[in-house]
């Protein structure tokens, strides 16, 4: 068994009973990066040098002063549009392959504060633009399970290294199913907070009014002292809710008894790969022995949420990856003519072909005499399908259902045909246009590969969806599942 098969409670207490070290922790991470990256492609940037000295750091504080935080010592990573200070940060694109950050994100500064230690940065869809992880400008990352699979995109990276045990957990974001798809694509757990609950603060934005950082984890416990770590207000970011943070790991209780469970017609219909629905029937089935109840509800609005994402998410990259331009940072064309020239050159060669499809998308989307019949109506669409939320929060505590509607499929399979790829993300879109908090974790298998169930709470809630997910995790042990490449 690898020491990061542990629990993250089990790894703290052998580091405080001196049966363990941040050091070996350290080394047993390059090792395993060492043994298994040229074969996934996780990373684009490894802090060797940096995490060992974070560790010798580490080792002597805790000889001299004690007691420390759980994510004391544990070697992370953390998705390469999350800016770090000093560490190359490219968003998996050729634009930023010199880009080396002056400021940490809030998220990073929050890791710091509870001292993990950054292993490097990792590979990504370039802008998170991307189902699969086959855009990033640099190399594809593979599927631990099947090497021949996408891990699932954008946070491929992050979740493909901890399903292979490169790091104990990963930070990742989450646009439109961005943590969830590839969490259920490698057999670990991915979860998306609630819109506002994690400082976006340091996130390179591909659309702003969607995206969310969150972990990516072994098992939902340890999802819950992350969450623990990085959610909080944020006044450097506007977007950033001003609630109270409760104690996650307090509701890990393993009690479901009279929990209300809705399960969308919608997501169980066409499309949807027979053996996924049957391992979320199974999965219902473990819901209910454990005493709580479901039926099935309907979020009408489903099957308009894939077009309004891409014309919103579109839209929001089209305005925001206008700084990318050649001037401030970044790549820069050689020898130009004029401004006009530096513009038109820098962003042909610094941009890939789905950054550049979406930023058409949305500056259509938004032009002159396009915008009401588009952009608009998308924004009245989104609102519609928030709607069917709080509906059907009005009677149950969740919804379930599947993360993906397949499955990983094969490398090349959809890379040419960008609508189908787009479709992949049918049953996570609607949760990232609604904001609210879903977590995917594993529920089975299908064909070999693994299953995610997706659990999506009430905004804020995020203590009911990790209890429930935890309960379901405890009763049925699928997070034990482990590719042989692990």
Not at 177 to 206: D, N, W
Not at 363 to 382: C, F, H, N
Not at 436 to 445: F, T
Request: proline content about 4%.
């Amino acid at each position: 068994m690898s020491v990061f098969d542990l629990r993250l409670s089990e790894i703290h207490n052998r580091l405080h009973n001196k049966q363990l070290s941040v050091a070996e922790l350290v080394e047993h991470s390059i090792k395993r990066i060492s043994d298994t990256d040229d074969k996934i492609g996780a990373f684009l940037t490894l802090n060797e040098e940096g995490a060992r000295k974070d560790a010798q750091a580490l080792d002597a504080r805790l000889a001299s002063e004690g007691e420390r935080g759980l994510l004391f010592g544990i070697p992370t990573g953390i998705k390469d549009n999350i800016v770090t200070e000093g560490l190359r940060t490219t968003c998996g694109s050729k634009f930023l392959e010199n880009h080396d950050p002056i400021y940490d994100a809030a998220v990073v500064t929050k890791l710091r504060a509870a001292q993990s230690v950054t292993m490097g940065k990792l590979n990504m869809d370039e802008f998170a633009m991307g189902g699969s992880n086959e855009n990033s400008a640099y190399r594809v990352v593979r599927n631990p399970w099947d090497l021949e699979r996408v891990p699932g995109g954008s946070s491929g990276g992050s979740a493909a290294s901890v399903a292979a045990g490169q790091v104990y957990f990963a930070l990742g974001s989450d646009t439109g199913g961005s943590i969830r798809q590839p969490a259920a694509y490698c057999g670990v757990v991915g979860l998306k907070p609630t819109y506002g609950l994690v400082s976006r603060y340091g996130l390179v934005a591909f659309a702003s009014s969607l995206d969310q950082i969150g972990p990516i984890t072994k098992n939902v416990e340890d999802s819950a002292y992350v969450l623990q770590a990085i959610a909080g207000h944020d006044e450097r970011d506007t977007t950033s809710a001003n609630v109270e943070i409760p104690d996650y790991v307090s509701a890990l209780t393993g009690e479901v008894k009279g929990l209300r469970i809705g399960v969308p017609k919608e997501y169980l219909g066409q499309g949807i790969d027979p053996q996924v629905k049957e391992r979320v029937l199974e999965a219902l089935k473990v819901f209910e022995s454990m005493g709580a109840v479901w039926e099935e509800v309907s979020l009408p609005h489903t099957e308009y949420a894939v077009a309004t994402y891409y014309l919103l998410a579109s839209s929001e990259a089209s305005s925001n990856l206008a700084r990318f331009d050649g001037v401030r940072y970044g790549v820069r064309a050689d020898n130009p003519a004029n401004l006009i020239d530096l513009y038109r050159r820098s962003r042909s060669e610094g941009f890939g072909a789905e950054v550049k499809r979406r930023i058409m998308l949305g500056t259509y989307a938004l032009s002159s005499g396009y915008y009401d019949a588009y952009y608009k109506k998308a924004q009245q669409v989104r609102t519609l399908i928030k709607q069917d939320f709080d509906q059907v929060f009005e009677k149950f505590d969740l919804i379930i259902g599947p993360t993906a509607p397949t499955a990983a499929f094969k490398l090349g399979e959809q890379v040419g045909d960008p609508l189908t790829m787009y479709l992949n993300d049918i049953c996570t879109i609607p949760v990232s246009l609604a904001g609210v908090p879903a977590i995917s974790v594993p529920c089975g298998m299908a064909d070999g590969l693994p299953v995610g169930l997706q659990i999506i709470g009430k905004p804020f809630d995020e203590r009911t969806v990790l209890r429930a997910a935890h309960a379901f995790e405890s009763q049925t042990g699928f997070h034990d599942l482990r590719p042989a490449l692990s």
